[in-house]
């Protein structure tokens, strides 16, 4: 029925009808509200997969390659989509122990074609009567179908997932391992436990900032040359100085994550990360930087350096003493431990300390791994610890954590957090101002100044103006220091009229052979592994090489070393 209407108005429905087109908008409605409840909670959900958040952290997932496994852990990749870690689906191997025949006479037959399990662990489970027992996790196919091949009643498969760590110890200490589970239980595995288990069964992928290229030029360099000087130990990383971004970061001795039980324990320490060292005399490195900044002296300064120091019974000596007035670019191009002690007492006690906690030397370090070791400074930091510190004595860091202060030095004085994520495009990184820009731009040509003239001079890649400092220190012991233990290590950056790059490796106690004269000290030993390192990661870091003689080169580089009369005509005319 219709309403009555006036000529030339619409039909108005009441009713039945009415009643029935009203309920239908109502629904339909109802649906769309649903609809669009359901797009945003996707919505939401898809933005949580881009980008998901661990205390402190922000990580970004990408989508893994089509090949890629998508049940489980996440895989993870280096910066460049190279597959690092993932997971491989296998067979574990249990028994219904109820239901199995002569289990002495099974389990016999069992270690025929299993020969890695225990005679008698495996008697003992068949002997339980349990209904359930695991007898072997994670057989190989060939495995499975030998077992499979006995016939023996009440064994059975479980199918699970292995992790699987194409590289093998390439990456070792960086990516850690899970165990049988899938736990993890070192290294980015563990720190990113919950991350990676979380993103597994949408097929997301963790990408780290490392380059496997770089990561196997690096191994390979170092690995030589521990070998090569009989060390006992090894540590290196390559770190972009203007990001904090980690491209590589190996210990040594290192393990193959695939099988972590078969290496020793030591050789699952890491020491770039876990380590704290003594460093000796890349740390007038710094020296030089906070006494510059600060005003305490400037690059025309100089101290006297003829004679050591007698303080609190102990003589401050140089290694490569030229017993005269030394110049500051002297005093750190020719390593001297007299003229970086003044300067530093010339800084300050207090001085000295602010400036080491500004550059990040005097807390644990922020890194992905759990495996990061906290600093040890002196209990009481008196005239002698700030003379020794000076000089890399009394305060023992991390190499990652040296390695981040250093890029601050040649980057435009900001201290760069280090990081093993890859920062994805438009992400900025933050840092903090540590020294003015002008003294990270005279701390550049100093550092150059060291590999062209000075006890650096071993390190040089042609082509890539390399910069940096050698660093030999004595290892404590009991009763003080042990003269033939070394720490030898160099810190590097290039190229040095736009550092991009920072490299920084340490040998644990190396021992001089027939072609460095017998001697171990980093000039012999670490500075040439550099030049050799940069050399070939140069080209794979797209690091174009240059002319280093052009005169554009020597004036963006120069250093000009002032002698004692110099300064003095200087402070005569000025007065005046």
């Not at 289990?103 to 037959?109: K, V």
């Not at 194409?166 to 990516?175: D, F």
């Not at 250093?559 to 009369?565: A, D, F, T, V």
Request: aromatic share 6%; glycine share 10%.
């Amino acid at each position: 029925m219709t309403a009555p209407k006036a000529p030339g108005a619409a039909p108005h429905l009441i009713g039945s009808k009415a009643q029935a087109i009203q309920t239908g908008r109502t629904r339909l409605l109802t649906v769309a509200l649903v609809f669009a409840v359901c797009f945003i909670v996707l919505a939401g959900r898809l933005v949580e997969l881009t980008v998901i958040r661990e205390p402190g952290k922000t990580l970004a997932f990408v989508a893994a390659a089509p090949t890629k496994s998508t049940a489980g852990r996440a895989d993870i990749l280096d910066r460049n989509g190279i597959l690092l870690a993932t997971n491989l689906m296998t067979a574990s191997l249990y028994a219904d122990a109820r239901v199995v025949p002569d289990s002495a006479r099974a389990a016999q037959r069992l270690i025929r074609v299993l020969p890695g399990l225990s005679p008698a662990t495996v008697r003992e489970r068949l002997a339980t009567g349990r209904a359930f027992v695991w007898l072997k996790r994670n057989l190989t196919p060939s495995q499975q179908r030998s077992v499979n091949d006995l016939g023996i009643p009440g064994l059975h498969f479980r199918d699970e997932q292995r992790r699987l760590y194409p590289h093998g110890a390439l990456e070792s200490h960086v990516l850690g391992f899970t165990d049988v589970d899938g736990n993890g239980i070192s290294g980015i595995e563990k720190f990113f436990d919950r991350a990676l288990r979380d993103r597994g069964p949408q097929g997301r992928a963790l990408q780290l900032s490392l380059d496997a290229r770089v990561q196997h030029v690096l191994r390979d360099e170092v690995m030589a040359a521990m070998t090569r000087f009989r060390a006992a130990g090894a540590a290196g990383l390559v770190m972009n100085a203007n990001n904090g971004q980690i491209l590589a970061l190996i210990s040594l001795p290192d393990f193959d994550p695939n099988h972590p039980t078969a290496a020793p324990a030591l050789s699952r320490f890491n020491r770039a990360t876990k380590g704290v060292y003594e460093l000796g005399s890349v740390f007038k490195v710094l020296t030089v930087a906070m006494a510059l900044d600060s005003g305490a002296t400037k690059l025309r300064g100089g101290y006297d350096a003829t004679k050591p120091i007698r303080v609190a019974g102990f003589s401050i000596r140089d290694s490569h003493a030229k017993k005269r007035w030394l110049s500051v670019p002297e005093i750190l191009i020719y390593s001297s431990n007299i003229g970086a002690a003044k300067m530093a007492m010339d800084v300050g006690r207090d001085g000295q300390r602010n400036y080491l906690d500004r550059f990040g030397l005097l807390r644990r370090p922020s890194l992905e791994l759990p495996e990061v070791g906290a600093p040890i400074s002196p209990a009481r930091w008196g005239d002698l610890s700030t003379m020794t510190a000076a000089y890399g004595h009394g305060l023992a860091v991390s190499p990652i954590q040296f390695a981040s202060a250093f890029g601050a030095m040649v980057n435009g004085g900001v201290l760069m957090p280090a990081t093993l994520i890859k920062r994805q495009p438009g992400e900025r990184a933050l840092g903090v101002q540590v020294i003015s820009a002008r003294t990270s731009n005279h701390m550049r040509r100093l550092l150059r100044a060291v590999v062209e003239k000075g006890t650096g001079r071993k390190a040089q890649a042609p082509g890539y103006l390399v910069g940096g400092k050698t660093g030999t220190a004595e290892k404590p012991g009991v009763g003080g220091y042990r003269r033939n233990a070394l720490i030898s290590s160099f810190v590097a950056a290039f190229p040095m009229t736009k550092p991009k790059y920072v490299v920084y490796l340490l040998l644990d106690e190396p021992r001089g052979d027939a072609g460095t004269l017998g001697e171990g000290g980093a000039g012999y030993t670490a500075a040439p592994l550099v030049g050799r390192v940069i050399k070939r990661i140069g080209p794979i870091l797209g690091v174009r090489p240059v002319d280093d003689t052009a005169a554009h080169v020597r004036r963006a580089m120069a250093m000009r070393l002032y002698s004692r009369k110099q300064v003095s005509r200087k402070r005569t005319s000025a007065v005046n």
